[in-house]
Nanobody, 121 residues
């Protein structure tokens, strides 16, 4: 059974860098044809795709967040990470990692439980 688990700080100060890790169990992030993604849901809003890393290691980012986003992986730990720089309170959201067969995961894509990140002093 494939499981994804997000981890990272729940509180980040404005202008700092948000860093989250997704640990994958039950599947290898470098095999198959999957894309490993980060998505978020701000309070009262819908899901927003942030970016993805492919099984090949290629990365894809949302145009609106591309200048502040970096996704990488540690294949030895079967983990992939999100870094979002220069955060503002508008980056407050529940952050999810996901697995899908498309660059942008659909609403039914396998996801972790999510982790709340609040940007505040």
């Amino acid at each position: 059974q494939v499981q994804l688990q997000e981890s990272g700080p729940g509180l980040v100060k404005p202008s700092q860098t948000l860093s989250l890790t997704c640990t994958v169990s039950g599947d290898s992030i470098t095999t198959g044809y999957y894309y490993w993604s980060w998505i978020r849901q701000p309070p009262g809003k819908g899901l927003e795709w942030i970016g993805s890393i492919a099984y090949s290691g290629n990365t894809y980012y949302s145009p609106s967040l591309k200048s502040r986003t970096s996704i990488s992986w540690d294949t030895s730990k079967n983990q992939f990470t999100l870094q979002l720089t220069s955060v503002t309170p508008e980056d407050t959201a529940v952050y999810y990692c996901a697995r899908s067969l498309t660059v942008v995961p659909g609403v039914k894509a396998l996801r972790g439980q999510g982790t709340q990140v609040t940007v505040s002093l």
